[in-house]
């Protein structure tokens, strides 16, 4: 079935590595995706990967992914208190599947 | 462009009432979604729309619900009658998919309490 699969919370200290974590069931998906929601807003695209490629890397931003597992995870470096948001992973090249993200709670 | 474009952005109504969601894509993108935003059940998919025409409505919690996009820079969504539970952010979002790229932009969401 159709299923992305998160933790619900995840709390870092400031100025640490934040890893946030999915699993998901589709793969045919021809690209996966990470968005990022801030308060009182929509989603909003953070990054997306190519599924033959196993890791995309843009400035404080890693994606790695694991097609045999079907893993993908996020990486933030040097956590801010401006990345506090709920991220959501999602799959799927039309129906597009999102997980029910994960809340990124930054600690002084 | 000015993204996408919900009204109105807060909805307080008394149940039994209808409702109208409205949504304007961003120009050019041929897809359209709503969703619907709970604590309880996170980010629910309730219709897609390809080039104006629905794909999928199997979101769609009940018959009380219905969308139409009756052109390229329109859609909505109704709720009638509406019921206390059907109170969510509902979100539109928009997309131009390119290959198997279908990168969604949303609006701000409309945030609606049914009383």
């Known amino acids: 079935g159709e299923d992305v699969e998160q933790s619900l919370f995840l709390s870092v200290r400031e100025g640490d590595s934040s890893v946030i974590n999915c699993t998901y069931t589709?793969?045919?998906?021809?690209?996966l995706y990470w968005y990022k929601q801030e308060p009182g807003a929509g989603l909003q695209l953070l990054t997306y990967?190519?599924?033959?490629?196993d890791m995309k890397q843009d400035q404080r931003l890693t994606v790695l992914l694991n097609k045999k597992d079907k893993h993908l995870s996020l990486r933030i470096a040097d956590t801010q208190t401006g990345d506090s948001a709920i991220y959501f992973c999602?799959?799927?090249?039309?129906?597009?599947?999102f997980g029910k993200g994960t809340r990124l709670h930054i600690l002084p | 462009d000015a993204g996408v474009i919900q009204s109105p952005r807060h909805e307080v109504t008394e149940m039994g009432q209808e409702v109208t969601l409205r949504c304007k894509p961003i120009?050019?993108?041929?897809?359209l979604f709503w969703y619907r935003q709970t604590m309880m059940r996170g980010l629910e998919l309730l219709i897609y729309?390809?080039?104006?025409?629905?794909?999928?409505d199997s979101g769609m919690p009940e018959d009380r619900f219905s969308a139409k996009m009756p052109n390229a820079s329109f859609s909505t969504l109704k709720i009638q009658p509406s019921e206390p539970r059907d109170s969510a952010v509902y979100f539109c979002?928009?997309?131009?998919?390119?290959?198997?790229?279908?990168?969604?932009?949303f609006g701000a969401g409309t945030r609606l309490s049914v009383l």
């Open positions: 999602a799959e799927r090249d039309d129906k597009i599947i």
């Open positions: 729309f390809n080039n104006n025409v629905p794909i999928d």
């Open positions: 990967i190519f599924s033959n490629m």
């Open positions: 979002a928009s997309s131009l998919r390119r290959g198997g790229l279908n990168i969604q932009y």
């Open positions: 120009s050019g993108h041929d897809y």
């Open positions: 589709d793969s045919s998906s021809t690209y």
